[in-house]
């Protein structure tokens, strides 16, 4: 598994580096085990009631974290701002993202649910433009257009409904969660992340008390197991690798990657759970991968030719004329990378 090794690291965008492409196996794996969590999730509420489900998958994941940090004596968060900071990210990425997913799976398609669950490519363009001075290019628009078309192909078949509301309200909070990790420099992302489940987690707890009473939970194997898988690998592992990502990429290209989330959510879930697609949603899964080509791909680059250095009427190659030696300058000038490259 490929654990972020600098996890103090400020923001690109903060620190004014140029930001960098994500690194594809850390994205895949990331998006791999986030689309199996809708299947793993619907398998757990046969054995938990939602709510409390949620909160137990965030405060395994947090303790889990914490427990790392101080193993590895990392710094705790300290000032108000940053555990003013912490707070608002639990409550928004984990209390209502949380629940919000939960109750979308519980209320209609799992395939349906992973779709519009990770409606965050789409979401976050606008606002990492406002926020972080990302430009929309216009390749990226396209890729916007040709995304949301294959949502709504996704989503129309399936009735919409409270699930799929659900869902997006769920995408809403995760895009603003991502958004908030930015403001996470100056903070330890392993303790920073675990602090940030735990005071979710809390949270959710006294609503699933207020909403559902005590818990009924039916601690088989197969919820055991659902559990560990969610909390450790679906949230603790997968949340610190999304947060540092997010510190050193453009959040149009990081995000974009989460288009292949659902594709592995339907896909186990028409092998596991039985759910089977129908031609519509086929055809929004192609748009959204091909929304994904579109962003994914990199830019063309243009060359010019260097200028000619040697001897001219004007000159000889040990006296170069006035004109050569800026030419000469730009020559050896250090070539900054293209938007997104590493």
């Given at each position: 598994?490929d654990?972020?090794v600098?996890t103090?690291?400020?923001a690109a965008s903060?620190?004014?580096a140029?930001?960098?492409r994500?690194?594809?196996l850390?994205?895949?794996?990331i998006t791999a085990?986030w689309?199996?969590c809708?299947?793993?999730i619907?398998?757990g509420?046969r054995?938990a009631?939602l709510?409390?489900?949620?909160?137990?998958?965030?405060?395994?994941?947090?303790a889990?974290?914490?427990?790392?940090g101080?193993?590895q004596?990392?710094?705790s968060?300290?000032?108000?701002r940053?555990?003013?900071?912490?707070?608002?990210?639990?409550l928004v990425?984990?209390?209502?993202?949380?629940a919000?997913?939960?109750?979308?799976?519980a209320g209609?398609?799992?395939?349906?649910?992973?779709?519009l669950a990770?409606a965050?490519p789409?979401?976050?363009?606008?606002p990492a433009w406002?926020?972080y001075g990302e430009a929309l290019s216009?390749r990226t628009a396209?890729?916007l257009?040709?995304?949301?078309a294959?949502?709504v192909?996704?989503a129309?078949?399936?009735?919409g409904g409270?699930?799929?509301?659900?869902?997006l309200?769920s995408a809403?909070?995760?895009?603003?969660g991502?958004?908030?990790?930015?403001r996470?420099r100056?903070l330890?992302l392993?303790?920073?992340?675990g602090?940030?489940?735990?005071i979710g987690?809390?949270?959710?707890v006294?609503?699933?008390a207020?909403?559902?009473?005590?818990p009924?939970?039916?601690?088989?194997?197969?919820?055991?197991l659902s559990?560990?898988f969610?909390?450790?690998?679906?949230t603790?592992a997968t949340?610190?690798?999304w947060?540092?990502?997010?510190?050193?990429?453009?959040?149009?290209?990081l995000?974009?990657?989460?288009?292949?989330?659902?594709?592995?959510?339907?896909?186990?879930a028409?092998?596991?759970l039985?759910?089977?697609p129908g031609?519509?949603?086929?055809?929004?899964?192609?748009a959204v991968l091909?929304a994904m080509w579109i962003?994914?791909?990199?830019?063309?680059?243009?060359?010019t030719?260097a200028?000619?250095?040697?001897?001219t009427?004007?000159?000889?190659?040990?006296?170069?004329g006035?004109?050569?030696?800026?030419?000469?300058?730009?020559?050896?000038a250090?070539v900054?990378?293209?938007?997104?490259e590493p």
């Amino acid at each position: 598994m490929d654990v972020p090794v600098d996890t103090t690291a400020p923001a690109a965008s903060a620190a004014g580096a140029v930001p960098r492409r994500p690194k594809p196996l850390r994205m895949l794996w990331i998006t791999a085990a986030w689309g199996a969590c809708f299947v793993v999730i619907q398998w757990g509420l046969r054995d938990a009631p939602l709510l409390w489900y949620a909160a137990l998958r965030a405060l395994v994941a947090g303790a889990a974290l914490l427990a790392l940090g101080a193993i590895q004596h990392r710094p705790s968060p300290r000032g108000a701002r940053g555990w003013g900071l912490i707070t608002v990210l639990g409550l928004v990425n984990v209390t209502l993202a949380f629940a919000t997913m939960f109750a979308g799976v519980a209320g209609g398609a799992t395939g349906t649910a992973a779709v519009l669950a990770n409606a965050q490519p789409l979401l976050i363009l606008l606002p990492a433009w406002w926020l972080y001075g990302e430009a929309l290019s216009p390749r990226t628009a396209a890729a916007l257009l040709v995304g949301f078309a294959g949502l709504v192909l996704v989503a129309v078949p399936g009735g919409g409904g409270g699930g799929a509301i659900l869902s997006l309200l769920s995408a809403v909070a995760v895009t603003a969660g991502t958004l908030l990790s930015r403001r996470l420099r100056g903070l330890d992302l392993v303790t920073a992340t675990g602090w940030h489940l735990l005071i979710g987690g809390v949270a959710l707890v006294i609503v699933a008390a207020a909403v559902e009473g005590a818990p009924v939970i039916a601690w088989t194997p197969r919820f055991v197991l659902s559990l560990a898988f969610l909390a450790l690998v679906g949230t603790a592992a997968t949340t610190v690798a999304w947060f540092a990502e997010a510190r050193r990429s453009r959040l149009d290209t990081l995000t974009t990657w989460t288009f292949l989330t659902p594709v592995l959510g339907i896909a186990l879930a028409a092998v596991l759970l039985g759910e089977r697609p129908g031609g519509w949603t086929a055809a929004g899964l192609l748009a959204v991968l091909v929304a994904m080509w579109i962003t994914l791909r990199p830019p063309r680059r243009t060359t010019t030719p260097a200028p000619a250095t040697g001897p001219t009427d004007g000159g000889s190659a040990q006296d170069p004329g006035p004109g050569t030696s800026r030419s000469r300058q730009m020559a050896t000038a250090p070539v900054l990378p293209t938007e997104g490259e590493p």
